[in-house]
């Protein structure tokens, strides 16, 4: 392997932030979730933490085990660096109101890197309505083991056959 022969998941590897054992993000990467989530979670019919929207994307990110996770981590990473060249401060140092002005004016409806600065909405989405709470706040049955049994239909629904009116039969010359 020759100094310039590496992929983007090694690269990530060696530039992103170190992350502790059992977890899937470091520390500023979930702070930064958090962050996120803070002024997104806003606008939703749910009651949820910020802090708890951030820990089930990182539950989901750790069960998964994905070797993809990582394009999060440079997601979330992007979004707390990229406001130093326009506010001269890291996206968690900011205030609330600040950071949702941000949003507001640069990252909804962007392109380029503040474009995918905007799919952090996708990431905090899954950790609100992921959350075991949600369900019963917007009054949505979930099946599980409880769900009643169908009783098995006396009659059975017509089998298709040739003849009998729902196949033309092919005829003979």
Not at 68 to 79: G, M, S
Not at 106 to 130: D, E, F, P, S, T
């Amino acid at each position: 392997m020759s100094w310039y022969s590496f992929t983007l998941d090694e690269l990530a590897y060696r530039v992103l932030p170190q992350v502790a054992p059992g977890r899937a993000l470091a520390d500023s990467e979930w702070l930064t979730l958090q962050c996120a989530a803070e002024i997104l979670l806003e606008a939703l019919p749910i009651d949820i933490d910020a802090t708890r929207a951030a820990d089930n994307v990182e539950r989901f990110l750790c069960a998964g085990r994905s070797k993809r996770a990582w394009r999060c981590r440079v997601l979330l990473t992007l979004l707390e660096l990229l406001p130093l060249s326009t506010h001269a401060r890291r996206f968690s140092a900011m205030s609330a109101p600040e950071r949702r002005r941000l949003f507001e004016a640069q990252i909804v409806g962007a392109h380029g890197l503040w474009g995918i600065c905007a799919k952090v909405r996708y990431l905090v989405l899954m950790g609100a309505y992921g959350d075991e709470s949600v369900p019963e706040q917007l009054g949505v049955w979930v099946p599980g083991a409880t769900r009643p049994r169908r009783a098995h239909a006396r009659h059975s629904l017509p089998v298709a056959q040739s003849g009998n009116g729902y196949h033309s039969s092919p005829t003979a010359p």
